[in-house]
Every structure is written in C-alpha cells, then in structure tokens.
C-alpha cells in the first residue's frame, strides 16, 4: 500500500487546489471499477457516511440538492447524470469516473477516480479539486482540508477493504456453483428415437405458406 498527499498550497497559475490520494488495490479494475460507480444515493458513502448525510442536509438547507436515499441509486453509464450532489462529467469504465459538485460553497469542485492496471491489481488514485470564489474560498479549502484529507484517505481504504470483501465471497461460493457445459439439443442433429422432430415443427409453422390448414398440416406432419 503507498499513500500520498498533494500539498494544499496554492497554485498561483491557475487558482485551483487539488488534494490526492493513491492507493495500490490487489484486485483487478473490472472488480474495483464497480465498488466506485456505487458510491453515493441508496448505496450511501463506503467511510464516513454520516459526515457525507450531514453535509447533504446543509447543502439542503441552503437550496442545493442534498443527499437522496429515498430511490435507488443510477450506474453513472453517462455524462449529465445527477447522483446526490454530483454530476457525472466523464466516465470510462473501468478506468476513469470524474464528477463535478453541485455543493452551495464559495467555488466550484470536481473528484476524480482513476483505475490504473498495477500488475495483477490496481492503482486507484482520488483527486478532489477545487477552484475558489471570492474572499471566502481560500477560508473554505484550508479550514475544511483536515477534513477532506481523513474523509478521501478513509474512502480509498474502505473501497480496498470492500474489495477484500467481494473477492473472500466469491472465494467461498466458487465451488457451490454449477458448472455450465454448452451442449446443443438432442434432436439438434438427430433424434433418438428416430423420429424427425425438427421436420414436425418445421411443417406445422409453415403451414400458412403451404397452403395447409391446421388439421392437414398435422396429419401431414404425423406422416413424416
């Protein structure tokens, strides 16, 4: 496991700040992928899910969109898509999910997912950033960081720990499952009783371009 933490100092150039994290995961994209795109709505939030309701009733309270477990919560499949108080900007599964905050504060922010294949596993890197608006902005980055830097460090752990999870369950259950072996019909060739089973079918559905009606077409049908 290797974690890092961007400086939260400034970049004078473009006024927007970003704070990331990388996590290294054993498992695959495909498996890693999924437990990202459920985040949020129904499924709530994997690590500190009552700070995440509590900044959704504020949001609420101030006219934004809040938190909404009320319906289940959509895949983001697409850009657009509005999952709590996010909306979907990019997505490539199992690779990259980018959504933007439509949260009431002094500025605009985005988090950004990426899955990087790393051997036989993944390397998932979280990027919030956030751009400031007015006097009140730099207020809010630095007096909200501390916070932001234990809830995106917990979610990268709990979504490796979820992880873990899903793999030990299809550990256990692997040798329960059936084997399926694809086999065509019997009377796909011939049939064992010798009779032609397939013909029957055949000249009973296409009795209307016969010209048969349905008692002929069975009569017919018996003397194949």
Same mark, same amino acid.
């Given at each position: 496991?290797?974690?890092?933490?961007?400086?939260?100092?400034?970049?004078?150039?473009?006024?927007?700040?970003?704070?990331?994290?990388?996590?290294?995961?054993?498992?695959?994209?495909?498996?890693?992928?999924?437990?990202?795109?459920?985040?949020?709505?129904?499924?709530?939030?994997?690590?500190?899910?009552?700070?995440?309701?509590?900044?959704?009733?504020?949001?609420?309270?101030?006219?934004?969109?809040?938190?909404?477990?009320?319906?289940?919560?959509?895949?983001?499949?697409?850009?657009?898509?509005?999952?709590?108080?996010?909306?979907?900007?990019?997505?490539?599964?199992?690779?990259?999910?980018?959504?933007?905050?439509?949260?009431?504060?002094?500025?605009?922010?985005?988090?950004?997912?990426?899955?990087?294949?790393?051997?036989?596993?993944?390397?998932?890197?979280?990027?919030?950033?956030?751009?400031?608006?007015?006097?009140?902005?730099?207020?809010? *980055?630095?007096? $909200?960081?501390?916070?932001? %830097?234990?809830?995106?460090? #917990? @979610?990268?752990? !709990?979504? =490796? /720990?979820?992880?873990?999870?899903?793999?030990?369950?299809?550990?256990?259950?692997?040798?329960?499952?059936?084997?399926?072996?694809?086999?065509?019909?019997?009377?796909?060739?011939?049939?064992?009783?010798?009779?032609?089973?397939?013909? *029957?079918?055949? $000249?009973?559905?296409?009795? %209307?371009?016969?010209?048969? #009606? @349905?008692?002929? !077409?069975? =009569? /017919?049908?018996?003397?194949?």
């Amino acid at each position: 496991m290797s974690t890092a933490i961007d400086d939260p100092a400034p970049a004078r150039a473009c006024r927007r700040w970003a704070l990331s994290d990388h996590r290294d995961i054993p498992h695959p994209p495909e498996r890693v992928f999924r437990l990202i795109a459920r985040l949020g709505g129904s499924n709530g939030y994997p690590y500190a899910d009552a700070l995440w309701r509590i900044r959704g009733w504020m949001d609420r309270m101030l006219g934004g969109p809040g938190v909404d477990r009320s319906r289940q919560r959509p895949r983001p499949r697409k850009a657009g898509l509005r999952i709590d108080f996010w909306v979907v900007e990019s997505v490539d599964p199992p690779h990259a999910l980018e959504l933007k905050t439509d949260l009431r504060m002094p500025g605009s922010g985005a988090l950004r997912v990426d899955v990087v294949p790393s051997g036989t596993g993944s390397t998932v890197t979280l990027t919030a950033s956030f751009e400031p608006r007015g006097p009140l902005g730099p207020l809010y *980055w630095f007096g $909200l960081y501390p916070i932001h %830097d234990f809830v995106f460090r #917990g @979610t990268l752990r !709990a979504i =490796a /720990r979820e992880a873990d999870r899903v793999a030990e369950r299809a550990r256990r259950t692997a040798p329960f499952r059936p084997d399926r072996t694809p086999r065509n019909a019997p009377c796909r060739a011939a049939c064992p009783a010798g009779n032609d089973v397939r013909g *029957w079918v055949a $000249l009973v559905a296409q009795r %209307d371009r016969l010209g048969l #009606g @349905t008692d002929e !077409a069975d =009569a /017919r049908a018996f003397e194949v």
